[in-house]
């Protein structure tokens, strides 16, 4: 049975909304996706019928509370394959990236090297540079191919026996390239380097086995599957989060306070310093369930349908440029391309005009457009719940834009 | 459909291409970045012995609204001081809704980016950089 787009879209309330006379076609979901009904009901129950604090009352409503956010850390523990309590909820990607960054790399000398890559994000890059100013750690950098790909081969030539750890995208939010893990796991391996993956553009496009992929730490954002914002997931192997020491202090993350001396809980918990964002992970929760339910060899290739669709379009218009890989081998819905001529802010406001939602600019990636010396791209990143006519509306408003502004 | 900002006088402007360059010998130039969206100008200006425009130039990278500001600004930049150019932006500020008023040509055809708030930053930074050139 093929995939049925308008069973998914159904889920989504914000999908039959009309602006402006348009519909809405929303094709940034790199930088937030949209939420569906199963996570919208399940904050709403908590806020309606449980809504209290965790792990500290004893009265129903603490236990429902209680109940519901240890719930949602196990389907986000089984939407990665992995146990509940290796499972830490943080305020997002970039707090669990700093949270790595803070904590084990606490445990890092003056020396001990941080491998990245050209592509990564800012999140993925400034955190670093705040330990490098702190503990005298150096950052070395992957770079990247002409087709938008971490180039692996100069992998044997980066790694040292000093390299402590390689924190690398799962998929470019830039390229949409997914990386090839298996290789640099066995890279590492050789070193004794660990492995930490940014899945920020990864977990919305389904389930993740973090077992068979054999890394150390892996981090993602709520709002970009299909969640809440101001919710995040930090997993590490569990040998890792009991080395490491907390990162904020507070109530909730302590064995026992004195004046003279503090023990600290066990992970998670210690790394869960105050009220968590209680609300926001119930719905992350609720995605996760919602996404493993879902058909991805369906979605998957609904998916790569509309990103050749959109290929063929832009390679029909003069100057349009794909930036990232050619084909859709090891990629995800994320397509960046420069129109000749046309700032990508033009094209992305032209296409608003269109009633289509893109992000244009640097995407928080700017060693990369330096590299290849771009004042930016457009972005359109897509989720199973796009369609055809999502992508012939885009490329109207391409052709427009490049009949109009240049 | 309607595409309002875009409207052919800015994009006239933008296609101009008025001052789009280098100088050989400049007396200043300054570059301005904003920071959120990665616009980019660098100006270049010759002054005379009263602190004057004589000549002026400017790269941009940046969007069409940027290209179009440099543009109409160097456009009406020559001979001006300092307080000239102040008095210039002023039109800028109006024709983006920013200031009460009418804007004096060629500043009045960005009128459509009053409806953009996110955009006009990018009509003024241009005036940012000349500002810093001058001071
Ligand atoms: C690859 C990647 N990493 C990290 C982040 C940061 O996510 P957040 O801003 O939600 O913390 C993003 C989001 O833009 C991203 O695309």
Redesign the interface.
Known sequence: MSFDVTAVRRQFPILSQIIDGRPVHYLDNGASAQTPDAVLDAVRTYETTGRANVLRGVHRLAERATDAYENARTDVAQFLGVQPMEIVFTGGCTAAINLVAYSYGSLLKPGDRILLSELEHHSNIVPWQLLRARAGVEIDMIPVTTDGRIDLETLPGLITPRTKLISLAHVSNVTGAMLDVGAVVTAAKSVGAKVMLDGAQKAPHGPIDLPSLGVDFYVFAGHKAYGPNGIGVLWAKPELLDAMPPFMGGGSMIGRVTFAETTWAPAPRRFEAGTPPIGPAIGLGAACKWMQALDWTGAHAHEMTMVQHLMDGLQKIDGARIFGPAGLQNRYPVVSFTLDGVHPHDVAQTLDSFGVAVRAGHHCAQPLMDRFDLDGTTRVSMAPYNDGSDIDALLTGVRHAAKTLR | ??????QDRI?ALAKAKTGAGKLENPTKSARRDNPL???RVTIDVRLDGQGRIAEIAHQV?????CQASASALSSVAVGRDAAGIAAVRHDAERAVGREEGEAAEPFAAFAPVAA?KS?QE?VLLPFEALKDALS
Not at chain 2, 61 to 65: A, H, I, P
Request: charged residues 20%.
């Open positions: 459909m309607s595409d309002q900002l875009y994009v969206c990665g616009d990278r940046g969007c069409l609204l953009h955009r990018c």
